[in-house]
């Protein structure tokens, strides 16, 4: 089935803000404030990469002080993760609730991450985080919820 008018991934047209090809972390700076922040097809998560992805906690400098974040971690294209990188996200996550609005964790086909970070998300919803877990970002495309915010590189 074709997607419906508006919801289709308008980062798709887009170049990333940041693109490290070492860790294949690609991140997006987006409206509402906040960063979509897209694995490279075949990535697998392990601790370099989920550094990469904390180290997004530097974006704050690009949106006004006390600013809440909508952060959205796309993994669908990812292949795996070690649990001692799910581990640093959900110390990240904790971290950083004051300062994010929302987090939204798009799953990767495998099962076994999936449980993952279903795993995960329960423990940040624990300690307050606003989170989600979804399979498609179609319809916050479509209901504008995640839009690109163009501004120059990080």
């Not at 991140?27 to 904390?54: N, Y």
């Not at 990767?108 to 423990?123: D, N």
Request: net charge positive; aromatic share 6%; proline share 8%.
């Amino acid at each position: 089935m074709p997607p419906s008018a508006g919801s289709e991934d308008p980062f798709d047209r887009l170049s990333p803000d940041q693109d490290d090809s070492a860790t294949g972390v690609r991140v997006w700076l987006t409206t509402p404030p906040g960063a979509l922040v897209r694995m490279r097809k075949g990535t697998f998560l392990d601790l370099d990469v989920a550094l990469r992805i904390t180290s997004t906690a530097g974006l704050r400098s690009q949106f006004p002080a006390g600013t809440r974040l909508r952060i959205v971690l796309d993994f669908r294209e990812a292949v795996g993760y070690n649990t001692g990188a799910r581990q640093l996200l959900g110390s990240w996550g904790v971290d950083e609730r004051d300062r994010i609005a929302k987090l939204t964790i798009v799953t990767p086909p495998s099962p076994v991450f999936r449980m993952g970070l279903a795993t995960l998300m329960l423990s940040l919803h624990t300690a307050g985080v606003d989170c989600e877990l979804v399979e498609s970002l179609s319809s916050h495309f479509s209901r504008r919820e995640v839009a690109p915010r163009r501004s120059g590189p990080l």
